[in-house]
């Protein structure tokens, strides 16, 4: 291990880490947590729950978020769930289960503590959310329900229709709302942050622009958290809200904090197919839905062509032509397998020339067998002993519709085929991205007074993320782990007075700032910011996508320098900087991107091994399956970034005293 | 199957807050009817760009009809000629070739326009300051499923807690009354146990500074239900109506 990276990792058993810690930790006296300033970038499920629970705690808040209303953040579009190891249901759930499930479906590449801690504090994730008014589903005996994921074998999610995150984000933003009612929170909506300002290698505050007027400003904080989601715009196409970006994180990176695993990158197998070139963002399908959907692709591949051309109808093709090809694969798991072991089996079909749209790059998720099932269902409830067989499709649609109507909705919006009839066309696309800023225990960078929250942060999925725990690790860090650990740097802090924002340090910091827009503004090129994107993201989406090799991953490096040099040339930002300027905002997020993107190729080169979503197909075992390499990738490699986009690489050891670490299998 | 339109766009057009504003028209043409409503918005930015001028601003963000950002007014409809489904949502195969469209922002005084088609909705967060939330603290809860709730009201405070903030109501609705996005809030909690304590105090704040916003009244015409992306129910309005005036009527201030 450098010593530039000190996990912070308390001692003790496994199980009793958190408790012990969150005991001893130092305390703030309540009167001294009112002149302890803390700045909150971002209003998510991370943002918006710290917000609220340092506020209630009783420190002086302020929160910043690009879009018009806290209320916007994109963990508002998570769609299935949100795990939590209540064991509700007897099926065998408890904290060490869903603690197991998550290490070894982030293919042995988190850290143990942190992940048993996330999986310890989800329980009272349920309990917060239901106490703040969130209205989970439910039973017809009033208690909670329950649906499966991916890569578990219990049921252990909790959601509220297809909406489970903008339930769980409105419940943390009516507790941010009612602090900045209560004037303990001051909320700077439509602000953008654009630079960490550090004065002797402490973290004292930030500079953001008011996305309104134009205006730079200045504000001091004793502590800043990031809590600003994920990076997949990397790829410009993603199930990312078009203003996700990596700018604040960036930033940051570039003032020293260290990025982690850039390279881990979730790409979601059940996403709505790309139709043409104006494509400006991929709709997911929950993974809820491959819970009662089969997933399948013609087994001969005359009928794929078929299907192509249009000559046939998926329904034409017979139950012993089609090839369920997870049930074939994974009989153990099978339409469940984790996300980046379903993705890359659509791939390789795919690849393999058996894809079923125009493009060739989709596969089918079909409702009809669950929806016959569930008919069957409601006929034996309903006394029916000889229905029809559209008296059972009737029926069993509707429960389907009961249970995803909000999806089957959104996928005929968008492609204009009813997915009750016809099964859904689906394919991979980006959607989450594993790694990030690199953050010890306490959720602290290597920035002192820096902390990085949520997707923002690298630390609990390694190599892939299973379903529903994004939403847990969000609220677990707002709610119950930041309010504890935030007291182990403030307590030192309670004699630092504000610094005030005349100080050099906020001047410096400001200038620059400037300095970026006023170039920006100058080059006065001839291509959008959306044309260099578009471009990025082909580069990234084939050469860093979902396989990846030595060789596309160096010739992708030296074509993001030539994009970037060519961006900095020739990019047009129209307007003034002084005003509401949206393609400015854009401008300075892609500056950031393709700079990241170069990163990420460096760290997917780098890593020697598959494991998770990062899959190099050097590496791979007979049957096609992620190969890693214990031995010498047991790391988090996280980065250090010096002038002129160079970067060193520290390596933070894992160490596995709990887990027995072997090939994870899913057959 | 996909084809592609030629289309007129009339758009609004203002500088800033102080600006007066007026219509561009503008031609498009080759839209393919798989595009989104505001992917064509893309399209013709893209075009406005490169020829130097300045592209029209417009809120969005998550594309997915979640988020509420999105917020047109085509065609004297928020969000569209379609039922149920935001902007972003709206594709182009519900256009015909030929069409003249027109594109405004939301009209009501209390959501002033920043900027083309971009207005200011603060408003609504301020409304939900004032008693949008049941006042727990972290770490106060008890076990989730110690409070046994009837499926139905957990269904239907989930249907009125779909509302997505967007502001539809307020621009459909003659008086500019944001009732209906009032009411969703309220509902939620007045349906759940855990609102109980509250119930009194929250929709009296939150009609007065609604009030206090400048929101209109409310006529009972419908316009915002029948608007609504989330399709929340007018029953809402009429629950809030109770509840306001039972609490005006016990209320011991």
């Known amino acids: 291990?450098?010593?530039?990276?000190?996990?912070?990792?308390?001692?003790?058993?496994?199980?009793?880490?958190?408790?012990?810690?969150?005991?001893?930790?130092?305390?703030?006296?309540?009167?001294?947590?009112?002149?302890?300033?803390?700045?909150?970038?971002?209003?998510?499920?991370?943002?918006?729950?710290?917000?609220?629970?340092?506020?209630?705690?009783?420190?002086?808040?302020?929160?910043?978020?690009f879009q018009d209303s806290a209320r916007r953040a994109h963990s508002i579009a998570a769609q299935g769930g949100i795990n939590a190891a209540k064991n509700y249901q007897n099926d065998g759930d408890s904290t060490y289960r869903l603690f197991y499930d998550t290490i070894k479906g982030g293919d042995y590449r988190a850290r143990e503590a942190n992940v048993y801690r996330l999986a310890e504090v989800s329980a009272n994730i349920i309990d917060q959310c239901v106490a703040s008014g969130v209205p989970f589903a439910r039973e017809y005996g009033g208690l909670l329900s329950n649906r499966s994921f991916g890569g578990t074998q219990v049921q252990r999610t909790f959601y509220a229709a297809g909406q489970?995150?903008?339930?769980?984000?409105?419940?943390?933003?009516?507790?941010?709302?009612?602090?900045?009612?209560?004037?303990?929170?001051?909320?700077?909506?439509?602000?953008?942050?654009?630079?960490?300002?550090?004065?002797?290698?402490?973290?004292?505050?930030?500079?953001?622009?008011?996305?309104?007027?134009?205006?730079?400003?200045?504000?001091?904080?004793?502590?800043?958290?990031?809590?600003?989601?994920?990076?997949?715009?990397?790829?410009?196409?993603?199930?990312?809200?078009?203003?996700?970006?990596?700018?604040?994180?960036?930033?940051?990176?570039?003032?020293?904090?260290?990025?982690?695993?850039?390279?881990?990158?979730?790409?979601?197998?059940?996403?709505?197919?790309?139709?043409g070139d104006h494509q400006s963002k991929l709709t997911l399908m929950s993974e809820s839905l491959r819970n009662d959907g089969r997933i399948w692709v013609p087994a001969k591949k005359e009928d794929a062509v078929a299907l192509r051309e249009n000559r046939i109808k998926p329904n034409d093709i017979k139950e012993e032509d089609r090839d369920y090809y997870l049930e074939r694969r994974y009989p153990a798991f099978g339409n469940l397998v984790p996300r980046d072991v379903a993705s890359r089996a659509a791939k390789e079909r795919c690849d393999a020339g058996f894809g079923v749209n125009k493009t060739g790059e989709a596969v089918f998720l079909d409702f009809a067998f669950n929806t016959i099932r569930y008919g069957n269902m409601e006929a034996t409830k309903k006394g029916m002993h000889n229905p029809t067989q559209d008296q059972i499709v009737e029926m069993g649609r509707a429960v389907v519709k009961e249970k995803y109507g909000n999806l089957f909705d959104m996928y005929q919006q968008i492609t204009g085929v009813n997915p009750y009839e016809q099964p859904m066309m689906i394919y991979p696309a980006v959607h989450y991205t594993m790694g990030g800023l690199w953050v010890d225990y306490n959720l602290m960078t290597n920035i002192p007074g820096l902390y990085a929250l949520g997707e923002a942060n690298f630390s609990e999925h390694g190599a892939n993320r299973l379903g529903a725990s994004a939403l847990m690790q969000g609220l677990?860090?707002?709610?119950?782990?930041?309010?504890?650990?935030?007291?182990?740097?403030?307590?030192?802090?309670?004699?630092?007075?504000?610094?005030p924002t005349d100080h050099e340090a906020f001047v410096a910091a400001?200038?620059?700032?400037?300095?970026?827009?006023?170039?920006?503004?100058?080059?006065?090129?001839?291509?959008?910011?959306?044309?260099?994107?578009?471009?990025?993201?082909?580069?990234?989406?084939?050469?860093?996508?979902?396989?990846?090799?030595?060789?596309?991953?160096?010739?992708?490096?030296?074509?993001?320098?030539?994009?970037?040099?060519?961006?900095?040339?020739?990019?047009?930002?129209?307007?003034?900087?002084?005003?509401?300027?949206?393609?400015?905002?854009?401008?300075?997020?892609?500056?950031?991107?393709?700079?990241?993107?170069?990163?990420?190729?460096?760290?997917?080169?780098?890593?020697?091994?598959?494991?998770?979503?990062?899959?190099?197909?050097?590496?791979?075992?007979?049957?096609?399956?992620?190969?890693?390499?214990?031995?010498?990738?047991?790391?988090?490699a996280a980065w250090e970034y010096f002038e002129g986009n160079t970067w060193e690489l520290h390596k933070e050891d894992l160490v596995y005293e709990n887990i027995k670490i072997a090939q994870r299998s899913y057959k | 199957?996909?084809?592609?339109?030629?289309?007129?766009?009339?758009?609004?057009?203002?500088?800033?807050?102080?600006?007066?504003?007026?219509?561009?028209?503008?031609?498009?043409?080759?839209?393919?009817?798989?595009?989104?409503?505001?992917?064509?918005?893309?399209?013709?930015?893209?075009?406005?760009?490169?020829?130097?001028?300045?592209?029209?601003?417009?809120?969005?963000?998550?594309?997915?009809?979640?988020?509420?950002?999105?917020?047109?007014?085509?065609?004297?409809?928020?969000?569209?000629?379609?039922?149920?489904?935001?902007?972003?949502?709206?594709?182009?195969?519900?256009?015909?070739?030929?069409?003249?469209?027109?594109?405004?922002?939301?009209?009501?005084?209390?959501?002033?326009?920043?900027?083309?088609?971009?207005?200011?909705?603060?408003?609504?967060?301020?409304?939900?300051?004032?008693?949008?939330?049941?006042?727990?603290?972290?770490?106060?809860?008890?076990?989730?499923?110690?409070?046994?709730?009837?499926?139905?009201?957990?269904?239907?405070?989930?249907?009125?807690?779909?509302?997505?903030?967007?502001?539809?109501?307020?621009?459909?609705?003659?008086?500019?009354?944001?009732?209906?996005?009032v009411s969703a809030k309220v509902s939620q909690f007045a349906l759940l146990p855990q609102g109980q304590p509250e119930r009194k105090q929250r929709?009296?704040?939150?009609?007065?500074?609604?009030?206090?916003?400048?929101?209109?009244?409310?006529?009972?015409?419908?316009?915002?239900?029948?608007?609504?992306?989330?399709?929340?129910?007018?029953?809402h309005i009429a629950r809030m109506n109770r509840d306001y005036i039972s609490a005006e009527l016990s209320s011991a201030k």
């Open chain 2, 203 to 235: 929709v009296m704040e939150m009609v007065a500074q609604m009030d206090s916003e400048g929101f209109g009244s409310c006529t009972n015409t419908g316009a915002c239900s029948a608007e609504c992306p989330k399709e929340i129910s007018l029953t």
């Open chain 1, 164 to 275: 489970t995150g903008q339930q769980l984000l409105l419940g943390a933003y009516s507790g941010l709302q009612r602090q900045v009612g209560m004037g303990n929170v001051k909320m700077y909506a439509r602000h953008e942050m654009l630079e960490v300002v550090t004065i002797d290698g402490v973290c004292r505050g930030i500079i953001a622009r008011d996305l309104t007027t134009g205006n730079l400003e200045r504000h001091f904080g004793h502590a800043v958290l990031l809590c600003t989601g994920g990076y997949g715009n990397v790829f410009y196409l993603s199930t990312n809200a078009m203003g996700s970006n990596v700018t604040a994180a960036w930033k940051a990176h570039k003032k020293g904090a260290m990025m982690a695993n850039p390279c881990f990158t979730q790409i979601h197998p059940t996403c709505i197919p790309v139709s």
């Open chain 2, 1 to 181: 199957m996909e084809k592609n339109l030629n289309l007129s766009l009339k758009v609004w057009r203002q500088k800033n807050a102080k600006d007066k504003g007026q219509f561009e028209t503008y031609k498009v043409n080759d839209i393919s009817t798989d595009m989104s409503f505001l992917e064509m918005f893309d399209v013709l930015n893209e075009r406005l760009i490169v020829e130097g001028k300045e592209p029209i601003a417009f809120d969005h963000d998550c594309r997915e009809g979640i988020c509420g950002m999105c917020s047109m007014f085509i065609n004297g409809r928020p969000h569209g000629p379609k039922q149920g489904i935001t902007t972003c949502q709206l594709h182009m195969r519900s256009f015909n070739d030929g069409d003249t469209i027109v594109v405004e922002p939301w009209r009501a005084s209390p959501f002033p326009v920043i900027k083309d088609l971009v207005v200011d909705r603060t408003a609504f967060d301020r409304i939900i300051s004032a008693g949008g939330f049941i006042s727990i603290n972290t770490g106060n809860a008890q076990d989730a499923n110690a409070l046994p709730i009837p499926k139905d009201d957990a269904d239907e405070s989930f249907a009125a807690a779909s509302c997505i903030g967007c502001g539809a109501c307020v621009a459909a609705c003659k008086n500019a009354s944001a009732m209906l996005f």
């Open chain 1, 1 to 65: 291990m450098t010593s530039k990276l000190d996990s912070k990792i308390p001692e003790g058993n496994l199980e009793q880490k958190w408790t012990k810690y969150r005991s001893t930790v130092p305390l703030v006296n309540p009167a001294n947590k009112r002149s302890l300033e803390v700045l909150i970038i971002g209003s998510g499920l991370a943002g918006a729950s710290a917000a609220a629970s340092l506020a209630e705690l009783g420190y002086k808040v302020k929160v910043f978020c």
């Open chain 1, 510 to 636: 400001e200038n620059k700032v400037k300095g970026t827009i006023d170039q920006l503004m100058g080059i006065k090129g001839t291509k959008s910011v959306d044309y260099f994107h578009k471009r990025l993201g082909l580069i990234m989406w084939n050469k860093c996508g979902m396989a990846r090799n030595s060789e596309e991953l160096t010739k992708a490096i030296s074509e993001i320098q030539a994009l970037r040099k060519e961006f900095w040339n020739d990019v047009r930002v129209p307007g003034d900087a002084n005003e509401m300027n949206p393609e400015l905002e854009k401008a300075v997020r892609v500056a950031d991107f393709l700079e990241l993107g170069e990163l990420m190729c460096k760290d997917a080169l780098t890593r020697n091994e598959s494991c998770g979503g990062h899959f190099r197909e050097e590496f791979q075992t007979e049957e096609g399956e992620a190969m890693r390499d214990d031995e010498n990738y047991k790391y988090v």
């Open chain 1, 476 to 499: 677990a860090d707002g709610y119950f782990v930041i309010p504890y650990t935030i007291g182990a740097y403030l307590n030192k802090e309670i004699m630092t007075k504000a610094i």
